[in-house]
């Protein structure tokens, strides 16, 4: 069993910054690629960032190039992204997922573990 805690998130203006917290947990071992996804009202799921185990692996989407960064700590067991110059259109909740694949995916289907969610407001 892993359990996945996303932390971070809240309001900010359009511009700011974000650092979004993963904290893991139970059978951390398992855990290999990680990521993040997020979701608006009415909008399905979409993908954010992936990362490999050893962080040499980095994929992102088109949105957040150049913008977003994601990062791990295996000792710490924490996953983390950075978010600059947010847009109002990166409003959503931002979910933390884990996988026991090797590869890095933006394919939601492939990630066995999900956070709870933290809710990102971009608004001024």
């Known amino acids: 069993q892993v359990q996945l805690v996303e932390s971070g998130g809240g309001l900010v203006q359009p511009g700011g910054s974000l650092r979004l917290s993963c904290a893991a947990s139970g059978r951390t071992f398992s855990i290999n690629a990680m990521g993040w996804f997020r979701q608006a009202p009415g909008k399905e799921r979409e993908f954010v960032a992936t990362i490999n185990w050893s962080g040499s692996g980095r994929y992102y989407a088109d949105s957040g190039q150049g913008r977003f960064t994601i990062s791990r700590d295996n000792a710490k067991n924490m996953v983390y992204l950075q978010m600059n110059s947010l847009k109002p259109e990166d409003t959503a909740v931002y979910y933390c997922?884990?996988?026991?694949?090797?590869?890095?995916?933006?394919?939601?289907?492939?990630?066995?573990?999900w956070g709870q969610g933290t809710q990102v407001t971009v608004s001024s």
């Open positions: 997922a884990a996988r026991r694949g090797r590869d890095y995916s933006e394919y939601a289907s492939l990630y066995d573990y």
